[in-house]
């Protein structure tokens, strides 16, 4: 499967951004998905996940109430919305898909190209 992931950019802290993810293939629905996040010189960390048919989701504490992951399978897109960002935030954030959605957590198999969020104070 190919990701495409779009919707970063600049927004004031407090703001929010909508990142979607476009998947290629017949097969969406079989995968769940996830979101992660780098910064220059950290590891990439793990945001949200969300199940292939959409009924389960799941997120780091850090982003729990703030953040929110959906899906629309006829559209084969996965969504973040992002309310009240934090400045350090600001990351490249990837979209990531693995048929389960234990793994798609921690080593997904397909990654997205990354968007970029900026969060300025």
């Known amino acids: 499967v190919q990701l495409q992931a779009s919707g970063g950019g600049l927004v004031q802290a407090g703001g929010s951004l909508r990142l979607s993810c476009a998947a290629s293939g017949r097969t969406f629905s079989t995968y769940a998905m996830g979101w992660f996040r780098q910064t220059p010189g950290k590891e990439r960390e793990f945001v949200a996940a969300?199940?292939?048919?959409?009924?389960?989701?799941f997120y780091a504490d850090s982003v729990k109430g703030r953040f929110t992951v959906s899906r629309d399978n006829a559209k084969n897109t996965v969504y973040l919305q992002m309310n009240s960002l934090k400045p350090e935030e600001t990351a490249v954030y990837y979209c990531?898909?693995?048929?389960?959605?234990?793994?798609?957590?921690?080593?997904?198999?397909?990654w997205g190209q990354g968007t970029k969020v900026t969060v300025s104070s």
């Open positions: 969300i199940s292939g048919s959409g009924g389960s989701t």
């Open positions: 990531a898909a693995h048929w389960s959605y234990t793994i798609v957590r921690q080593i997904p198999d397909y």
